[in-house]
């Protein structure tokens, strides 16, 4: 009944370059690809630390989902994850507007990027702005714009590239403070 980590869903890619993609597909839908999995909470406790995993998640799902489309190419599956997908891209992009606030009257290093959080894994009780969940998220942007283009639904496509862009200036302002 238990689920296991976010890097299980790298072996499911193995399966699809090894040509079993049905059967990648299978287990992705079984396991990765549903809301119960990428369920969010809003804010993260300590006490309660299973939502630890939800930001980088949030990212990665999406960015498996799209490359296992890339090697399957089946339309249908992805057709079906799109919802999700787009679900996931909006989340990302509504929580980095949750950090979008001047601090006396600067951007703040943190500025853009996802709310404070778990790290994840195994360091559950420090509270930081980790640069993984936030570098997952924006592929998991990129790479759903990018399916949506291929399906397309060109309007989202852009605006959720445009937003990755503004994404990436924003982890990279974090990462190297002297393009500040």
Known sequence: GGLFGIEESYPML????????????RYMDGAYLTRGFL?????????????????????LEPHYAVSLYRLTRDNEWMRRH???????????MMQRCRTMELEQGQKPLHWGLLPKWAYGGDILDV????????L?????????????????????????????????????????????
Not at 82 to 88: I, S
């Open 136 to 180: 997952c998220c924006w592929r998991g942007l990129v790479d759903t714009a990018w399916c949506l283009e291929q399906m397309g639904d060109g309007e989202t496509a852009r605006r959720y590239r445009a937003d990755a862009r503004e994404y990436r200036a924003a982890i990279d302002r974090a990462i190297d403070p002297r393009l500040n």
């Open 39 to 59: 369920q969010k909470v809003e804010e993260y406790k300590v006490e309660e630390p299973e939502p630890r995993h939800q930001q980088y998640r949030n990212g």
């Open 82 to 92: 799109l919802p999700l997908l787009k679900e996931c891209a909006e989340w990302t």
């Open 14 to 25: 193995g399966l699809a370059l090894f040509g079993y993609g049905k059967e990648a597909q």
């Open 127 to 134: 509270l930081c702005y980790p640069i993984f969940p936030n």
